[in-house]
């Protein structure tokens, strides 16, 4: 019996092989050039992932990318990992954002804040200050290799700083200053940065924060720094700062050349880390030629992002999607940056923010749209969305639910794009694009260049039904490595190839379809297996956070030691005004028994004041399955990681009431 076909919701237009875009541009490249005539993006795909060397070696060709050095073959070494992308090459990844001489004199980045007034830079304003942010640094004497951290929030001054630190070819982090100290430590510490930059404290809603304590805190347990850069942000300024922005540009003669340092294609560009709720988290090197081919593809080929276009795009700077936003400059289309909270003083906030700043192409997480959708937001009185091409969602599953609200408000002719992709190739892996369908609830199909597909325990692709993401061959933006890891990479080995030898496991559930869309359900490692029927947490996420009663929810699974079905726990953050009565349990059990599944029915519902969410928005489903079986809360999940720091509380002590860290510890 073959599947049902969900309602298809936005359609390629019949002329779209003629319409002027990158995309097509791009066909007709490989048509003239390469001898390849593909009718569309899924003919491009498959060639794209059998014929690695010729995609990616044509993608470098059609973007012109500025090689300082050529190299010596596309794919030397095609193993997972040890993969070896352009050999002998040498490039510098920001010599392609800087922008071309016709479009100096217009607005690249508009920032936004609720900390001080709006602030608007020109290309030609942006050269100059990465040009004397780098000569700054020099002086402080950074150079290639060395580490340069920013301790700051989403604003033009971090843009111009990674983009001088990658110049010079010297390694960029940089955490939100929402962070703690704790958080903060554990990712520099392993760095061992030279330079800090940083700010006193900021905006949020009508509260201001100070963080002067928490700097000095870094300050003291960074050995390594040797400089700390205060940059001063609304009222705030960190006066025990080395020195102030405003020194480090020197404005006092004229700026310096802008140069860019040719560095290998797989040197460090920047250090991502993961999420730290649980153990030191993993810091994970990307590098300059990986992310730039990368990029070029994601922003111009699969969202569609032209040039001139501008993208709006809510992210703090911890998060991978801020990566990606400032890789929008080498379409080239200007950037929207927000800074503080983007649902204040309402819901109606990024729309009216994305109508105001004429944004082509807008980017926002998933649970965003669900709480627009819960709120009954009425986007489309809201704002005048009448520029806006694109919309993209990420950070988690979009359920169906959220497809039609969206489509609903927005003109017919917008694309929705929903993907899933992550910090570990700091990319999308599944995503749509102008050239495929959007059917109601499922993402279009497989990003350019990934080779990906469900498998089954034994290592069996499979359709139709859940199985583990995998990606089958390499891609240029895989992870450098982890810093700090041993020679032979044991701890990169362990985190994506420990389950299937030299198969990319990214730790996803995920479910194709016949044909070729596919759902995410969720984190393997939180999957509810009862009774043998697997479900992804998303799935039961979109069925209880439907009910207007429940606000948000979290649910963990306990498995059984004796083989039995164990114990499914709902722990849900309820309404205004609600209680969790017979009345709820009820309502909840019936809507999951007639939706999904009897045997996923929660055996226990408990209320809580709050979900525990990082400081990206992802619910912990692993740290609070771990503290339900009793591991102490310290050594599975860092506060100053949380957004909600105290949000944990409740569930320690649940689990304290239940017995279970009583006998943990006994």
């Known amino acids: 019996m073959s599947e049902a076909v969900p309602p298809i919701l936005w359609q390629p237009p019949a002329d779209i092989r003629e319409q002027d875009t990158t995309f097509g541009r791009f066909l007709d490249f490989l048509r003239d050039s390469k001898g390849h005539d593909f009718a569309g993006y899924d003919d491009l795909q498959e060639w794209s992932i059998t014929d690695q060397e010729g995609f990616w070696g044509a ?34 990844y920001i010599e392609h954002m800087i922008g071309s001489d016709e479009i100096l004199d217009e607005t690249v980045i508009v920032s936004r804040s609720q900390t001080r007034e709006p602030i608007d830079l020109t290309w030609r304003e942006l050269r100059e200050q990465v040009a004397r942010c780098r000569a700054g640094l020099v002086r402080l004497g950074v150079g290639r290799g060395d580490r340069v951290v920013g301790f700051l929030p989403n604003t033009h001054e971090t843009v111009v700083a990674f983009m001088a630190t990658a110049s010079l070819g010297a390694i960029w982090s940089t955490v939100a ?67 102030q922005w405003d020194e480090l540009l020197d404005h006092s003669s004229p700026p310096a050349p802008l140069e860019f340092d040719p560095v290998p294609f797989d040197h460090p560009i920047y250090v991502l880390f993961s999420s730290g709720t649980t153990g030191l988290p993993k810091a994970i090197i990307h590098g300059h ?129 929903n993907g899933s992709g992550g910090t570990d190739v700091c990319t999308g892996i599944v995503s749509g694009c102008h050239w495929k369908t959007v059917y109601e609830g499922e993402i279009s199909g497989c990003c350019l260049g990934f080779d990906v597909a469900a498998f089954d325990p034994e ?136 939706q999904l599944s009897p045997r996923h029915v929660p055996d226990t519902m408990v209320a809580v004041p709050e979900i525990p969410r990082t400081l990206t928005g992802k619910k912990l489903e692993a740290p609070v399955k771990r503290i339900m079986q009793g591991t102490p809360a310290e050594k599975v999940a860092a506060k100053d990681a949380l957004a909600n720091p105290d949000s944990i509380d409740a569930f320690v002590a649940y689990a304290t009431q239940r017995g279970a860290l009583g006998k943990a510890q006994a």
């Open 289 to 417: 030629g990986g992310v730039l081919l990368e990029h070029f593809k994601a922003c111009a080929l699969q969202w569609g992002l032209e040039p001139g276009g501008r993208l709006l795009q809510f992210t703090t700077t911890a998060w991978m999607m801020w990566n990606g936003l400032v890789s929008a400059l080498l379409v080239p289309a200007s950037i929207v940056l927000i800074d503080g909270d983007p649902t204040w003083p309402d819901l109606g906030y990024q729309w009216r923010l994305a109508a105001e700043t004429g944004a082509t192409m807008m980017s926002t997480s998933s649970a965003f749209a669900m709480a627009c959708r819960k709120a009954d937001v009425p986007i489309s009185t809201e704002a005048d969305l009448s520029r806006l091409e694109g919309l993209v969602t990420a950070g988690s599953p979009l359920p169906a639910e959220g497809y039609e609200y969206l489509y609903r408000h927005l003109r017919p002719e917008v694309l929705l794009i």
């Open 177 to 243: 200053a929402e962070f703690g100290p704790r958080s903060t430590i554990d990712r520099f510490g392993q760095l061992e940065p030279k330079v800090l930059l940083a700010v006193a404290g900021y905006g949020f809603r009508d509260r201001e924060i100070d963080r002067r304590e928490t700097v000095a805190e870094i300050r003291a347990h960074l050995p390594s720094l040797e400089h700390v850069v205060g940059i001063p942000y609304g009222r705030f300024v960190l006066e025990d700062a080395d020195l």
């Open 459 to 594: 290592g069996n692709p499979v359709v139709g039904e859940l199985g583990e993401l995998v990606i089958r061959k390499p891609v240029p933006s895989m992870p450098v490595g982890f810093w700090g890891d041993d020679e032979s990479m044991t701890r990169y080995r362990e985190a994506y190839f420990d389950v299937y030898p030299g198969v990319w496991r990214h730790g996803d559930w995920i479910r194709f379809t016949e044909r070729g869309t596919c759902v995410i359900t969720g984190r393997s490692d939180a999957t509810l297996n009862r009774g043998g029927v697997r479900l992804g947490t998303s799935e039961l996420y979109a069925v209880i956070e439907e009910l207007p009663e429940i606000a948000d929810s979290v649910v963990v699974h306990l498995e059984d030691p004796e083989g039995g079905v164990g114990e499914l726990i709902l722990f849900a953050a309820l309404a205004p005004g609600v209680e969790m009565g017979d009345e709820l349990r009820a309502k909840v059990a019936a809507a999951l028994r007639s």
């Open 59 to 92: 993608l470098a060709e059609f973007f012109e990318v500025k090689w300082r050095r050529p190299y010596e073959r596309v794919l030397a070494a095609a193993e997972m990992p040890g993969a070896k992308w352009f050999a002998g090459s040498e490039l510098n």
